[in-house]
T-cell receptor, first 110, second 113 residues
Framework: KNEVEQSPQNLTAQEGEFITINCSYSVGISALHWLQQHPGGGIVSLFMLSSGKKKHGRLIATINIQEKHSSLHITASHPRDSAVYICAVSSTQGAQKLVFGQGTRLTINP | EPEVTQTPSHQVTQMGQEVILRCVPISNHLYFYWYRQILGQKVEFLVSFYNNEISEKSEIFDDQFSVERPDGSNFTLKIRSTKLEDSAMYFC???????????FGPGTRLLVL
């Protein structure tokens, strides 16, 4: 059974700070996903990674397959980045369902 | 940009009643999923659907649950006799063949009284 662990569970920072959220998983995966959940509940896919690093605007996601670890970084954080960030993995078998971490609640204060 | 839609956005029902949650996946997607999130907990997989049949289901998805794709566009989740513990946000997701990114609907918040 694949478990996905995120840290920290809650993170509060000041506007402009560099943010790092970490994710570890326990078994082989097909891909790792970073998602953003808005206060209203909607879920948006940010990144899908199977190796290396991806960048989109101020967001950077990295993955180390050997260490079964991924990080999501936010540069020059802004209050609008406040949300829950969720790491999820898709398995190599079956329908590639997503197995979710518990999420990291990020609050950026102005 | 195409998006997954879900109706209703909120539903309140009495314990023991049947509910049907509806989803319209993105039109060229082939794989469909239902997930749920109980308040304060992580998102959990319920069921996946491909080629007009269930491809995988979780332990949560017992005989009280069913899914259907009654036409070319809708994807429904039925709960036959709701329990208090079915109260949750239910998300539909879909993806294209050959791609792993799943696109989520806005969710249906179900409250069972």
């Amino acid at each position: 059974k694949n478990e996905v662990e995120q840290s920290p569970q809650n993170l509060t920072a000041q506007e402009g700070e560099f943010i790092t959220i970490n994710c570890s998983y326990s078994v082989g995966i097909s891909a790792l996903h970073w998602l953003q959940q808005h206060p209203g509940g909607g879920i948006v896919s940010l990144f899908m990674l199977s190796s290396g690093k991806k960048k989109h605007g101020r967001l950077i996601a990295t993955i180390n397959i050997q260490e079964k670890h991924s990080s999501l970084h936010i540069t020059a954080s802004h209050p609008r980045d406040s949300a829950v960030y969720i790491c999820a993995v898709s398995s190599t078998q079956g329908a590639q369902k997503l197995v979710f971490g518990q999420g990291t609640r990020l609050t950026i204060n102005p | 940009e195409p998006e997954v839609t879900q109706t209703p956005s909120h539903q309140v029902t009495q314990m023991g009643q049947e509910v049907i949650l509806r989803c319209v996946p993105i039109s060229n997607h082939l794989y469909f999923y239902w997930y749920r999130q109980i308040l304060g907990q992580k998102v959990e997989f319920l069921v996946s659907f491909y080629n007009n049949e269930i491809s995988e289901k979780s332990e949560i998805f017992d005989d009280q649950f069913s899914v259907e794709r009654p036409d070319g566009s809708n994807f429904t989740l039925k709960i036959r006799s709701t329990k208090l513990e079915d109260s949750a946000m239910y998300f539909c997701a879909s993806r294209r063949g050959g791609q792993e990114t799943q696109y989520f609907g806005p969710g249906t918040r179900l409250l069972v009284l």
